[in-house]
Antibody, heavy 125, light 108 residues
Framework: EMQLVESGGGLVKPGGSLRLSCAAS????????MSWVRQAPGKGLEWVGR??????????DYAAPVKGRFTISRDDSKNTLYLQINSLKTEDTGVYYC????????????????WGKGTTVTVSS | SYELTQPPSVSVSPGQTARITCSGD??????VYWYHQKSGQAPVLVIY???KRPSGIPERFSGSSLGTMATLTISEAQVEDEADYYC???????????FGGGTKLTVL
């Protein structure tokens, strides 16, 4: 069974930092582009950024609101995706999901659309 | 930055057809993906590549796309279809992905 499990969320003061993790299983993680998506309380889904597979350069793209503060990385040896969040703001509060990213894939496999259950980040003094 | 625009809410009676639209300048060139999300749960893919339906999604869910507008249609909507629905796509370069603002579907 393909699975993604996020961890690392918690309560952080404004200006602080946090690293979220996403453990993948049930598929060949190294071949897959991955994205982070967040959802503020009572709000819609917001794409945060993605990382390509190493074979396609391993480069990253970020949404404008988070560029410069968020860093996405991956450790294919551990089948794990990371999201480093620095200079946290209250508006970063929300649930953070990791998901597979096939939007630019030459072939889209619907069964490879996998989401974790999310991890909650609360930024408050 | 690129945006996808959805109506905030759509309301229908059970058995009626619900249509949720999503507009964006890059849609003539980029596929749209539709998700539904029930409270506290992760999103679930209901339509991919504009018109395709994943296995396990009821046939009453269908998608279409023409020009800068994509539409999710739920025929004979049921109470259990009540959820928030999001369209998802990329800008013309493919570098920036974006969700629509979401549409709350009420079936009552």
């Amino acid at each position: 069974e393909m699975q993604l499990v996020e961890s690392g969320g918690g309560l952080v003061k404004p200006g602080g930092s946090l690293r979220l993790s996403c453990a993948a299983s049930g598929f060949t993680f190294s071949n897959v582009w991955m994205s982070w998506v967040r959802q503020a309380p009572g709000k819609g889904l917001e794409w945060v950024g993605r990382i390509k597979s190493k074979t396609e350069g391993g480069t990253t793209d970020y949404a404008a609101p988070v560029k410069g503060r968020f860093t996405i990385s991956r450790d294919d040896s551990k089948n794990t995706l990371y999201l480093q969040i620095n200079s946290l703001k209250t508006e970063d509060t929300g649930v953070y999901y990791c998901t597979t990213d096939q939007l630019n894939a030459p072939v889209y496999y619907y069964y490879m659309d996998v989401w974790g259950k999310g991890t909650t980040v609360t930024v408050s003094s | 930055s690129y945006e996808l625009t959805q109506p905030p809410s759509v309301s229908v009676s059970p058995g009626q057809t619900a249509r949720i639209t999503c507009s964006g300048d890059a849609l003539p060139k980029k596929y749209v993906y539709w998700y539904h999300q029930k409270s506290g749960q992760a999103p679930v893919l209901v339509i991919y590549e504009d018109i395709k339906r994943p296995s396990g999604i009821p046939e009453r869910f269908s998608g279409s796309s023409l020009g800068t507008m994509a539409t999710l249609t739920i025929s004979e909507a049921q109470v259990e279809d009540e959820a928030d629905y999001y369209c998802y796509s990329t800008d013309s370069s493919g570098d920036q992905s974006v969700f629509g603002g979401g549409t709350k579907l009420t079936v009552l």
